[in-house]
């Protein structure tokens, strides 16, 4: 009798965590992450073709399904933040997250065009390459590079219809720390491996072994690139 009252009570507990409203705004996080994850695919779609403003989608997701732990992890890095606001915030800090993710995209492709690999935070303190870029900028876009911004479509459509959704959301503060923690510590388990216990052999340890921007940029999504990047960057400064 005390197993099932507190298997009720348990259920009781979980159930305003689990109505209708709160699936609807989990479809909406579950659909960026997964448009992010995707956009990833697209950039190796445009980067390991033979022709960088031509976009091959096959090549580049199956690339990426090999890494593909590692683009969700760095995504769910930064969308966790959307946890942490109120009501209609929750929307438009997803919408500006994405925008700024798939911004990141489009000048890491472009800027790949024009000088086959991606760029680094090395590169705004370097005035005189950004100078350079100015007249170029036209010439290293491509009309496909579109499908980077498709899924800002589906997600304002769908917003419409389910915008009440969003009414009375509320901050949540265990779910950001959740998603935070179990993301930062699956990408962490092999540098620490690596770097504090010494095992090299420990499984993808080639993949944080020797950093290169092009490898890099593969193995962890644009979004994981740029992270490692800045860590490597205050490592070597």
Not at 10 to 18: D, G, R, T, V
Not at 74 to 91: P, Q, V, W
Not at 145 to 167: P, V
Request: aromatic letters at 18%; charged letters at 15%.
């Amino acid at each position: 009798m005390n197993t099932k009252k507190s298997s009720t009570n348990f259920i009781s507990k979980m159930k305003p965590h689990f109505d209708k409203n709160s699936i609807v705004r989990l479809a909406f996080y579950v659909f960026v992450l997964i448009a992010i994850v995707i956009k990833g695919s697209i950039f190796l779609g445009f980067a390991l073709n033979t022709d960088a403003y031509n976009l091959d989608f096959s090549l580049g997701f199956k690339e990426a399904s090999y890494f593909r732990n590692y683009y969700i992890s760095f995504a769910a890095i930064f969308l966790s933040i959307c946890l942490l606001f109120k009501n209609r915030g929750k929307f438009i800090a997803l919408i500006i997250i994405d925008l700024i993710i798939t911004i990141l995209c489009l000048l890491d492709i472009m800027y790949f065009r024009g000088f086959q690999t991606v760029p680094s935070v090395l590169l705004f303190s370097q005035t005189a390459n950004l100078d350079n870029l100015g007249g170029s900028i036209l010439s290293m876009i491509s009309s496909q590079d579109f499908w980077f911004f498709a899924d800002f479509i589906i997600l304002i459509i769908a917003y419409i219809f389910f915008k009440k959704s969003f009414k009375k959301a509320k901050c949540n503060f265990i779910g950001f720390l959740i998603t935070l923690i179990l993301s930062i510590s699956y990408i962490a388990y092999v540098p620490f491996n690596l770097y504090v216990l010494k095992n090299e052999d420990v499984k993808n340890g080639y993949l944080f072994s020797n950093y290169d921007p092009t490898n890099t940029v593969t193995y962890f999504s644009p979004v994981g690139y740029h992270v490692m990047d800045v860590i490597n960057t205050i490592k070597n400064s």
